[in-house]
């Protein structure tokens, strides 16, 4: 798209990972535990699978993988296993419904936030293909780079980060082959330098201002020559 516009090459590009506000607030999205309105969840309203179809229909193998790997959910196969007996008898149809459903199975507490929160996370990032397009954007944006401009990215949540740091760790290595062959046959060569060894994050200043900032992770890459 940069290149289309005649933008390349750039200097700098910064993705923003954070949410929508104002999507997140439309109960209509369905992205809230709290929301009376359909479970949708998609960020693009072109997008084929809902959230609905996802609890309402995926192998309850399925539904555990996701809510473990996608939400860090540690009851994902109770609660997984829970949706799969109570959709044979009714499909869930609104966000609050299902949020209530996933608080009354939790067994555990989380202080601070509500029960359903990760299995929510979970089935957003589904929907939505969230790491997927992560990565895609994350090379995207490393092919429009000048050597020695700098990527720098802002996640909100662990898997995010993770994949960053992951993208950022194998694009500064020459090689990427798996450690038990003997010789490098893959080919790869580094095209990134890793600016922040460690994410930077929010000073308690900053947090006190915008208490969002306070699971921002900020990490820096440049790209080489």
Not at 113 to 132: G, W
Not at 198 to 208: F, H, I
């Amino acid at each position: 798209m940069a290149r289309q516009h005649g933008f390349a090459p750039l200097d700098g590009i910064v993705l923003d990972l954070g949410l929508s506000s104002i999507q997140l607030a439309d109960e209509e999205r369905g992205f809230s535990f709290r929301a009376r309105g359909p479970l949708d969840m998609r960020a693009d309203p072109d997008l084929r699978d809902t959230a609905a179809d996802i609890v309402n229909t995926w192998a309850e193998p399925d539904l555990r993988r996701i809510f473990a790997e996608l939400g860090e959910e540690p009851e994902a196969a109770r609660i997984a296993g829970a949706i799969a007996r109570r959709r044979m008898k009714a499909h869930f149809v609104t966000a609050d419904e299902l949020g209530r459903f996933v608080a009354g199975v939790k067994t555990r507490r989380p202080r601070g936030i509500d029960p359903a929160t990760k299995v929510f996370q979970a089935i957003r990032i589904a929907v939505n293909r969230e790491l997927e397009n992560l990565n895609a954007g994350l090379a995207a944006a490393v092919r429009v780079l000048r050597p020695g401009g700098r990527l720098a990215v802002i996640s909100f949540h662990s898997l995010e980060d993770r994949t960053v740091k992951q993208f950022f760790a194998r694009e500064s290595r020459d090689c990427i082959c798996p450690p038990h062959l003997p010789t490098c046959v893959c080919g790869h060569r580094a095209g990134l330098r890793v600016v922040t060894r460690r994410p930077l994050r929010a000073d308690s200043a900053e947090v006190a201002r915008n208490p969002r900032a306070r699971s921002a992770a900020l990490r820096v890459a440049e790209k080489l020559p």
